[in-house]
């Protein structure tokens, strides 16, 4: 592996399979111009008020558990391509991680300790593995808000194992009342924010959208003396993918390439010049590449979409 960095994280969140991968799932990533990729492992629990973790078990597919997270980062960076290991967890019924709140001390500290179970056991294998970045949570605004002590000490220990750099995975909402920014390398944000209302965004509406979120993005990266990096960013190619760009609701349906293409060309134009800008992970990229997506997909990839050529030009030039 080089040992310069890129000059921008040029990234996709892989999905885990069930099936290790092989040169033939990372082969598309490399025609996409992308330098790194999000390898997600994930712990579930069975509801918002629930204490208990469970992960790396024999029930869940191979990609989401210990040895499929070391067996794709092999598999990317033997492609030159990075890894930032980024675990997460599935609430039963997909229920918002941002609501998880326990009821009583007695349950907060018992998932403060599955919790630090999960990243740890994650952390090891990034240091393991030696990938470059490791996000050591995703949109848990309400865990964050209610236990920051508990975040703090959890840092310290991941670097006592981990000695790579670090980032967390705010949610466009939470990012400027997340406590521990200054422990870490880079500002993580999913980039959800809304930017525009029409039913087929401009790539003009999108960036007057933006333009109200932009400088203070700046202004808190100067002040943070930290570069942002969106952990997260993308849209689907739906009906005013701009409005709720978190929304993955099915019954959203109504298929509008030109409205993912817009947005996405959007973001681009108005953060990858940046200097306090790091670069992102776009969400999100399917290891079956010719199956993926399509033009009568209505989700977030931009596989075999007319974002991904959009995509692949920026991504060569940074």
Partial sequence: ??????????????VASRDSINSAHVNPIINLQANYVAIMPFGF?????????TYNSNRQWFGETEGGVKQYANAFQS????VMIKPQIWVSRGEFTGKIKMNSEEAWQELEETYSNFILDFARVAEETQVELFCLGTELETFVDHRPEFWLELINRIRKVYSGKLTYAANWNEYNRTPFWNQLDYIGIDAYFPVSDMQTPTVDDCKKGWAKYKPVLKLFSENINKPILFTEFGYRSVDYSGKRPWDSDRKMNAVNLEAQLNATQ?????FWGEHWFAGGFLWKWHHKYETSGGKQNFMFTPQ??????????WYARY
């Fill in 1 to 14: 592996m080089s040992t310069s960095a890129p000059s921008k994280i040029n990234g996709v969140s892989f």
């Fill in 79 to 82: 492609q030159q391509i990075r």
């Fill in 45 to 53: 629990i069975r509801n918002l008020e629930h204490p208990r973790i």
């Fill in 266 to 270: 959007a973001l681009l134009e108005t």
């Fill in 304 to 313: 075999n979409k007319p974002v991904e050529i959009l995509v692949r030009d």
